[in-house]
């Protein structure tokens, strides 16, 4: 991202409020994006320090052809894992992954799993695909809309969508739910988290946030505006992969600008000084306990946390095996780890590896189940 040094003061007010400037060319819309306005004699902010954890046991649980973008452990014990262009798979207890759901298209391309209402829900880029838990497909719920996260409030899935949301489920038709930034842009949803009485909603145009209680209104819905590059100390990016409730909001990870804490009153980010490790893989996030980990394209797996003076702490396994890290999913004290040539990995750490995270906590659901 390039800075600015001199910009009209007209211009310059605009860019502040809205990060940059949207045209129209034929039917296609373009964005040029100015994020940030600073002065380029500055130094550049200084990079995170990412600690060496204690090594973990990575275990290699399944193998599928193609990369891991979502995981699941059902409640009846199976394992289902989503990949990039190779459908969606099942692995009932002792058995070798199974090819299920009959995809094909768009539908070979799985963003999320949920497990709710007693089937299993596949979010991809042709839209939502519900399964039985025996691998069977019933029904399309969502069709020819790309479905990029899944998250359970109030015990009502939702999805997110280029418009903001819909909500999901069997008894009723799917109810979409626009919401708009503070200048009535749709917001284009790539992951969802909620903390406390907050929606958080990441997007390539940085952080989104709003009351829960506000999905029991009818849209359009106005959402509060999180801008990454904005923050103390700004990220170098606004394009938001992965989110995870951590304390009172949230931690977002980018495509290539790090991590970024955001809450209701600060935004910050954290840069690493080896360049892969800034590069969260999309939906690689989830809550364990009281901290995160998260998947990056060549940085491995990461731990955040807070120290005990309320600052945050990075770090990584010792020798940890796989750099590229392309899916995350936490839960009953498990840590199931995908990585981009198709393994799934049981993670053991130490003790004191993951109690930095509040390890022996379960983690709230992602995506339902």
Known sequence: MRALSVVAAPLAMLFAAAGGLLWHEGPRARHLAVPVLSDPSLPPAATATL????????????RVPGRVTALLQASDGALWIGTFDHGVYRAAPGAAPREVGN???????????????????????????????????????????????????????????SRGLVKLSLATEAA????????????????????GET??????DGVYSLPTTALEREGPLAARWHPPVFGTPPAQT??????????????????????????????????????RANEVNPGAAAAV??????????????????SAEG???????????????SAVRAGGGELLVGTADGSVLT???????????????RSPPRSGG
């Open 103 to 161: 995809g094909a298209g768009r539908e070979l391309f799985v963003n999320d799993l949920a497990e709710h209402e007693g089937r299993i829900w596949v979010a991809t880029q042709s839209g939502v695909l519900v399964l039985e838990p025996s691998g069977e497909r019933p029904l399309t719920i969502v069709s020819d809309t790309a479905v990029t996260a899944l998250y359970r409030l109030g015990g009502r899935l939702h999805g997110g969508t």
């Open 176 to 195: 979409v739910v626009e919401i708009r930034g503070p200048f009535g842009d749709p917001v284009r949803v790539s992951a969802l988290a909620a903390s």
């Open 238 to 275: 606004n394009v938001v992969t992965a989110l995870a409730p951590f304390g009172d909001g949230v931690l977002a990870g980018t495509d290539d600008g790090g991590l970024v804490r955001v809450t209701a009153q600060a935004t910050a980010a954290a840069r690493f000084a080896e360049p």
């Open 199 to 204: 929606l958080w909603l990441g997007s390539s």
């Open 347 to 361: 993670v053991e750490c130490p003790e004191d590896v993951l109690a930095r995270a509040g390890s022996g906590a």
């Open 289 to 306: 306990g009281t901290g995160v980990a998260l998947g990056t394209q060549g940085g491995g797996l990461l731990v955040a946390s807070n």
């Open 51 to 62: 600690i060496e954890l204690p090594a973990c046991r990575a275990l290699q649980r399944a």
């Open 311 to 325: 600052h945050l702490r990075l770090g990584r396994p010792r020798s940890w095996p796989a750099g590229q890290v």
